[in-house]
């Protein structure tokens, strides 16, 4: 069974600049998530989609995130403009279950690390 | 706000003796602990859980431990191998069930 892909896995740009990443979850999956995981942090969760709506988008700084997931299945979180704060590896993670949750599974993909200069 | 705490940022074990790490969390609503391990350059995987309803749970070579009365748990790695050398993150969500996660506990397995 594939995985979590995630492109590209690095990216490097300066401030004010835009950049987006996609993920494509493991097939079936009907939820999937956006982490953000600054240096010496754990994930934070920056958005989650069941299918193709969202389900928590509580922690996205929506004046500069955006994230979309046509047709329920691939995903791609944007950034535009970047900060210097959002230097981060950002995963994406998906689920089986068409409910979410924290008793399903995630699974993760690589990660594309983020530095802004 | 930190709900989830490891305090312990790293851990070096000699091969074949027990890790131990450590978690504690503030939210009395969690009731779903889980325990992921992260290679450099891949995503975390996961490693194993325990409901509140229980009190261990026992995987192998990995046991995880929760204290609810001390908002504290733990998993136990015995004996260590040399494969264990990782970053092993807490996480812990309510019945909302989003994950809180913790700043992770690099362990290194000595020969």
């Known amino acids: 069974e594939a995985g979590v892909a995630q492109s590209p896995r690095y990216k490097i740009i300066e401030k004010r600049q835009s950049v987006a990443f996609w993920c494509n979850p493991i097939s079936g999956h009907a939820t999937l998530y956006w982490y953000q995981q600054i240096l010496g942090q754990g994930p934070k969760l920056l958005i989650q989609?069941?299918?193709?709506?969202?389900?928590?988008d509580s922690q996205l700084p929506k004046d500069r995130f955006s994230a979309e997931r046509l047709k329920g299945v691939d995903s791609t979180l944007k950034i535009q403009p970047a900060k210097l704060e959002d230097s981060a590896v950002y995963l994406c993670?998906?689920?089986?279950?068409?409910?979410?949750?924290?008793?399903?599974?995630?699974?993760f993909g690589p990660g594309t690390r983020l530095t802004v200069l | 706000d930190q709900q989830v705490k490891q305090n312990s940022p790293s851990l070096s074990v000699q091969e074949g003796r027990i890790s131990i790490l450590n978690c504690d969390y503030t939210?009395?609503?969690?009731?779903?602990f889980l325990w992921y391990k992260k290679y450099p350059a891949e995503g975390p995987t996961f490693l194993i859980s325990?409901?509140?309803?229980?009190d261990k749970n026992e995987d192998g070579r990995f046991t995880v431990f929760l204290n609810k009365s001390a908002k504290h748990l733990s998993l136990h790695i015995v004996p260590s191998q040399p494969g264990d050398s990782a970053v092993y993150f807490c996480a812990a969500s309510a019945r909302d069930y989003k994950l809180s996660f913790g700043a992770g506990t690099t362990v290194t397995v000595r020969a």
């Open positions: 989609f069941q299918n193709n709506g969202v389900v928590d």
């Open positions: 325990i409901s509140s309803i229980k």
């Open positions: 993670a998906s689920s089986l279950s068409s409910s979410g949750g924290g008793a399903d599974e995630q699974f």
């Open positions: 939210n009395s609503m969690f009731d779903y």
